[in-house]
């Protein structure tokens, strides 16, 4: 069997697309990764804590892990164009545009995948403007900070959950403030915010102010059921309301969920044919790089074991 010269085009270059094209590579598929950074990894050395998963093994935090993917990228030399942000896609003409280099470019293509993965979501800059230094949006580096402090946590999710806790370690006192009915987070981690003795749990609750005066102070919450207004007295506030997706690119292309990530039909085709999208942005998919690594592998092997010989008949 031998496999024509179809083009894939992957954009993004985080674990997902390197697994993808890990079996590629090893397929002898033609395929380019175009990358807005200049290494590979997305996401990855934003973790702090450790990684120690039955896929990816034991590392002391994601920078670590993403230099075996750097390492990998090295010794395999996988087809990588960094420096290049895609900017739209014409799936009718089969066209992706980018920019690199402060250049309009353009690449065509037979298979596009999508692999942009999300980012942390962050509050409107008006909010925050003036004290940014007590602003945070990750602890792990930065617990020291908080010893004895009073601190705010906002969100409901897996994340601000385990932020209050982490930090009711070292804070004097941690208010969790929640614009849900209630914590929309795991059994676990909802018991152990609610029983803690110096976490404070406000559910139906908006942030609408922070104030102070070069430092922060107080933030108003307000009631989303009943209008009630709520004063506290804090020193630092830290922003845990969860992801956004790199979709804006296709976002008038393929069709998207109601929070903006990709819908997937089988094995990973979205809504236009001969356009897949793996890892964190597929809709419904649970954020976890064993399990985006796991996307790759697969769609790698339908690549090399059926779709190319489906659709585009090579023998
Ligand atoms: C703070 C934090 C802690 C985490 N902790 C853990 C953990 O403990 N365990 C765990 O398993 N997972 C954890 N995760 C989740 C994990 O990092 C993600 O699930 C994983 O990185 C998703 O991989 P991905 O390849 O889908 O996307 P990403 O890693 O987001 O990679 C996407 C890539 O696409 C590129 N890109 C985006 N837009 C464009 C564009 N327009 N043009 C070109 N390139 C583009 C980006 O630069 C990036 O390199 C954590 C994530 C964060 C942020």
């Known amino acids: 069997m031998r496999y024509s010269n179809e083009k894939i085009v992957i954009v993004g270059a985080g674990p997902a697309a390197i697994s993808l094209a890990a079996s590629l590579q090893l397929g ?10 200049s290494i590979p990894g997305g996401q990855l050395p934003l973790i702090h804590n450790e990684l120690d998963d039955f896929v990816i093994g034991v590392h002391k935090d994601g920078k670590e892990f993403a230099e075996k993917l750097i ?17 739209k896609i014409d799936v009718l003409k089969k066209i992706i545009y980018f920019i690199n280099d402060g250049k309009q470019k ?13 980012r942390c979501k962050k509050p409107k800059k008006s909010l925050i403007d003036t004290f940014e230094k007590d602003i945070y949006y990750r602890i792990s580096y930065s617990l020291p900070d908080f010893v004895n402090k009073k601190v705010a946590v906002i969100g409901g999710g897996d994340n601000a959950t385990i932020a209050a806790l982490r930090l009711a370690d070292v804070a004097e006192e941690v208010v969790l403030i929640n614009k849900n009915e209630e914590l929309i987070s795991r059994p676990d981690l909802v018991m152990g915010a609610l029983s ?17 005066g070069t430092c922060l102070n107080q933030i108003e919450a307000i009631s989303g059921s009943s209008g009630e207004r709520l004063i506290f007295d804090i020193d630092k506030a830290v922003f845990k ?18 929070r903006g990530y990709i819908k997937v039909y089988k094995k990973y085709e979205t809504s236009v044919k001969d356009v897949f999208a793996i890892g964190d942005i597929v809709s419904g998919a649970y954020k976890r790089i064993s399990i985006v690594i796991g996307h790759g592998t697969d769609l790698g092997n339908y690549f090399l074991k059926d779709y190319m010989i489906e659709v585009f008949r090579v023998i």
């Not at 609750?205 to 102070?212: H, R, S, V, Y």
């Open 28 to 37: 002898g598929l033609n395929y380019t990764i175009l990358e807005k950074n």
């Open 71 to 87: 390492q990998f990228n090295e010794k395999y030399k996988l087809k990588i164009e960094f420096d290049c942000t895609v900017q």
């Open 106 to 118: 353009s690449i065509d293509y037979d298979i596009a995948v999508i692999a942009t993965g999300s």
């Open 196 to 212: 803690h003795p110096k976490i404070k749990v406000f559910n139906n609750f908006l942030l609408d102010k922070l104030k102070g």
């Open 241 to 258: 309301i969860g992801y956004l997706p790199n979709t804006e690119f296709v976002s008038d292309s393929l069709e998207l969920d109601e």
